[in-house]
């Protein structure tokens, strides 16, 4: 049994994986399949300061190896996590992180501000990458200068561990990543949803009501790992890679790319148990190469 | 209820229309508790095209085989796919999955289970879970013409069954709501499954009279669980997910223009 533990900035996680945001529901929806506490940590749905319906039905196409969505962060707001959900979650015992969502900056600093005075919340995702919405969202993860100043001001007001999401759909991702790093935060997650868009042609209609979508699954992985490995070899914080991991196989690769911890997204809905083979691939992986700490094998490609 | 994850055995699958199959699974434990309405998630392997389970109404649960069975449409690679399984392969189910239909009040006069094409697929268990409890069912089935009706002698087991055909070759000619049962009978409830027109043609009938209705819809989903928040349906209370807060909806939920 190898040492499986990593570290996030002050997050210790028994083992490096975790479900992606608007994969894994609360957590709850999985735990007739799987015993939650094995996890390294699950991130839940994108919480906004305010309640969001999310965009009209059809949300959800499937594509080749992959699926887009445009689902446009439906949830009911921070205080309705706070009140009703986090009570229900908080002790279930591995790290239930959140990504929170916003439209302007305000808003963002004010869902971490109340999410930083809850205890068993030990760290945020800031999600400056969702391209399903159009005000905000993405808007911040685009340029370093948005990134920066979204970053800063939840800094302030958010002791615990952040980490921020980026998106995929920006001409050089290292530069938000170093942005980023700069504005203090403790880590990044990558990538978010690629934009993309499918068309019906019998009905000549697009398959989505938003038009474009979000495209994830098995489809992005060559993308997101290359993604993983140029931000990993730019900047000095942890890198949470994800983007098509759908066994411990893909994991490993995003590890040996520099990533410290992964997150299973997409994979989730075709295998609900997922994770827990990865969790227990990775370990025989590193069984099997005499590795004793999958810190051993971070970065660890052969050029 | 609890969900499961389950290799399931294929013990027969017949193309029982040029476009249907009939599939049954079964598993070396005994299959777990499956409601009526509520269906499964079957994994595709082999094809990038077919990324995402498919979501199949559960179409009867035989205890004493310890089968479950599913009418699969065949309506694109996926069940094509499934059509396609043969006696002793394996497929991989999460169920069961979503909510049921609600059961009529005791002695409380007929029920009406209305369906039309693979929409006919849970009202059977639906029909079979009635009888068991004490109710008679009456089935209404609407099919383009005699060959496109699914399963008559199986319905019949748990009921009385009238047909509508759009060319006239079986039952009466025309949609199910135009059957002349609807005008000379009056049901305590109404269960609807098929295409939106035809369970809006039913939702319209049963508002007009007054009588509980159900529908169960079929909304494109990814995750089953409601996880992932795709298969969304337009409610009085919101967006609600077809996969866990249905897919069994009263009409008065519903934001349908009826």
């Known amino acids: ?303 | 209820m609890k969900k499961f994850i389950l290799d399931l055995t294929v013990t027969s699958n017949a193309l029982i229309h040029e476009n249907y199959a009939l599939l049954k699974l079964t598993h070396h434990d005994p299959l777990p508790d499956m409601l009526p309405g509520q269906f499964a998630e079957i994994r595709i392997d082999g094809s990038p095209a077919t990324f995402l389970r498919r979501p199949i109404s559960i179409h009867n649960v035989d205890r004493e085989a310890n089968e479950v069975w599913f009418l699969v449409q065949v309506a694109g690679e996926g069940t094509r796919h499934l059509a396609q399984k043969k006696a002793g392969e394996t497929l991989n189910a999460v169920l069961p999955l979503g909510n049921t239909f609600t059961m009529p009040a005791p002695l409380s006069g007929q029920v009406l289970l209305a369906g039309g094409g693979v929409g006919v697929a849970p009202l059977l268990y639906l029909g079979r879970h009635l009888k068991e409890n004490g109710f008679v069912p009456t089935f209404l089935l609407g099919a383009r013409s005699r060959k496109d009706l699914l399963q008559l002698a199986e319905f019949e087991r748990y009921g009385k069954v009238h047909a509508t055909t759009e060319d006239g070759s079986f039952g009466e000619k025309g949609y199910v709501t135009q059957h002349s049962l609807l005008k000379e009978n009056s049901f305590s409830r109404i269960y609807a499954c098929g295409p939106k027109p035809m369970m809006a043609s039913v939702a319209r009938y049963a508002q007009q009279h007054d009588t509980e209705c159900e529908v169960s819809l079929e909304n494109k989903m990814a995750c089953g669980i409601g996880a992932c928040l795709c298969c969304v349906e337009n409610t009085t209370e919101g967006h609600l997910c077809v996969c866990k807060d249905g897919p069994v909806f009263n009409i008065k939920k519903l934001l349908w223009q009826i």
């Open chain 1, 1 to 303: 049994m190898a040492d499986l533990n990593v570290n996030i900035g002050k997050l210790k996680l028994k083992n490096p994986v975790m479900t992606a945001s608007g994969t894994f529901g609360y957590g709850e929806e999985f735990s007739d399949f799987m015993d939650l506490s094995r996890l390294g940590g699950f991130i839940v749905k994108g919480t906004t300061l305010h309640k969001r319906e999310g965009n009209p039905y059809p949300r959800m196409a499937e594509t080749p190896s992959g699926m887009l969505n445009a689902v446009g962060l439906q949830n009911k707001g921070v205080d309705y996590f706070i009140h009703e959900i986090y009570p229900r979650i908080k002790d279930t015992g591995t790290n239930i992180i959140v990504n929170v969502s916003g439209s302007s900056i305000d808003d963002y600093v004010q869902a971490a501000g109340l999410i930083n005075e809850l205890d068993k919340i030990p760290a945020i995702e800031l999600n400056i990458s969702c391209p399903n919405v159009k005000q905000g969202g993405m808007a911040f993860g685009v340029s370093a200068k948005g990134a920066s100043e979204v970053v800063k001001a939840v800094r302030a007001v958010y002791g615990k561990t952040l980490i921020v999401k980026l998106s995929p759909n920006v001409t050089d991702i290292t530069e938000i990543a170093q942005a980023a790093e700069d504005a203090g935060a403790d880590s990044v997650s990558l990538i978010n949803t690629l934009l993309g868009m499918a068309i019906d042609a019998e009905t000549r209609r697009p398959l989505l009501s938003t038009i474009t979508g979000g495209l994830s699954g098995a489809a992005v992985k060559p993308i997101a790992l290359r993604m993983v490995w140029q931000v990993a070899n730019k900047i000095k914080i942890p890198v949470i890679g994800l983007g098509g991991i759908m066994n411990w196989k893909d994991a490993v690769e995003f590890i040996l790319a520099g990533a410290t911890a992964v997150q299973i997204g997409t994979a989730n809905f075709i295998d609900p148990a997922v994770t827990l083979k990865v969790i227990d691939g990775i370990n025989a992986y590193l069984d099997r190469h005499n590795f004793s700490s999958v810190s051993d094998i971070r970065g660890a490609l052969i050029l």
